[in-house]
T-cell receptor
C-alpha cells in the first residue's frame, strides 16, 4: 500500500532555532501534500496545502513566514518551523494524495516537536 | 459548509463485544466520508472510505460503516473488539470546495478496550 515517510519522528531544540520536517511519498507520486498540526487530545488542524512546483496554500490564521513549505518534487514536501518558540511545540503530521485516480490521503507517522 | 460531529468523545467496551462509534455529518454536496484510526504518537491509518458506491462499506481489521443519507450518519462498527483496537478514531469528510482534497476532521473518539 501507499506509504508516507515523515522524518524526524522526534525533535527537541532550543528556542529560536529553525526546524525542518520532511514528508516523502515512498511508492507513489503526490502533486499535493498536506501539513497538519495536532495538540494533545485534540483533532487535526490543517495548516497548509503543499502543491508541487507552486506556492503552498495556507489556512486562515497560519503564519506563512513562520511555517515555510517547499514541495520541490512529486515525492517530497518539507515544513520548516522558523525561529521556533515553546508555543510551536506540537505534533505535526503530513499526508499525501496519489496523483493518479481518486485516492484517499495517506498519512505519515508524525513529528513530535518540543521547543525548550 | 461541511462539518463532522462525533457524538462520543470516549467509548469503552469489553474485549469480544461489539463496537459502535457514532458520526454525523453535514454536507451540501454528495460527500466522501472516511474513518481513520490513530494509535499513540502515530499518524493516521485509513480504515475505510465511502464515495457514493455501496452504502455499507467494509474496511480493514473487521471494521465497517454504513452511510445513511436520511440520517446524515456514517457510524463505524465492529462485531467483536480486540485489545489492539484501542486507539483514537476520526470521522472525516472531504470538502468539495478544495477539489475534495481538503479534509474536515471530527473531534475524535477514544476507544478503550478492557479485558
Amino acid at each position: 500500500g501507499a506509504v508516507v515517510s515523515q522524518h524526524p519522528s522526534w525533535v527537541i531544540c532550543k528556542s529560536g532555532t529553525s526546524v525542518k520536517i520532511e514528508c516523502r511519498s515512498l511508492d507513489f507520486q503526490a502533486t499535493t501534500m498536506f501539513w497538519y498540526r495536532q495538540f494533545p487530545k485534540q483533532s487535526l488542524m490543517l495548516m497548509a496545502t503543499s502543491n508541487e512546483g507552486s506556492k503552498a496554500t495556507y489556512e486562515q490564521g497560519v503564519e506563512k513566514d513562520k511555517f515555510l513549505i517547499n514541495h520541490a518534487s512529486l515525492t517530497l514536501s518539507t515544513l520548516t518551523v522558523t525561529s521556533a518558540h515553546p508555543e510551536d511545540s506540537s505534533f505535526y503530521i503530513c499526508s499525501a494524495k496519489d496523483r493518479v485516480g481518486d485516492q484517499p490521503q495517506h498519512f505519515g507517522d508524525g513529528t513530535r516537536l518540543s521547543i525548550l | 459548509a461541511q462539518s463532522v460531529t462525533q457524538l462520543d468523545s470516549h467509548v469503552s467496551v469489553s474485549e469480544g463485544t461489539p463496537v459502535l462509534l457514532r458520526c454525523n455529518y453535514s454536507s451540501s454536496y454528495s460527500p466522501s466520508l472516511f474513518w481513520y484510526v490513530q494509535h499513540p504518537n502515530k499518524g493516521l491509518q485509513l480504515l475505510l472510505k465511502y464515495t457514493s458506491a455501496a452504502t455499507l462499506v467494509k474496511g480493514i481489521n473487521g471494521f465497517e460503516a454504513e452511510f445513511k443519507k436520511s440520517e446524515t450518519s456514517f457510524h463505524l462498527t465492529k462485531p467483536s473488539a480486540h485489545m489492539s483496537d484501542a486507539a483514537e478514531y476520526f470521522c472525516v469528510v472531504s470538502d468539495p470546495s478544495g477539489g475534495y482534497n481538503k479534509l474536515i476532521f471530527g473531534a475524535g473518539t477514544r476507544l478503550a478496550v478492557h479485558p
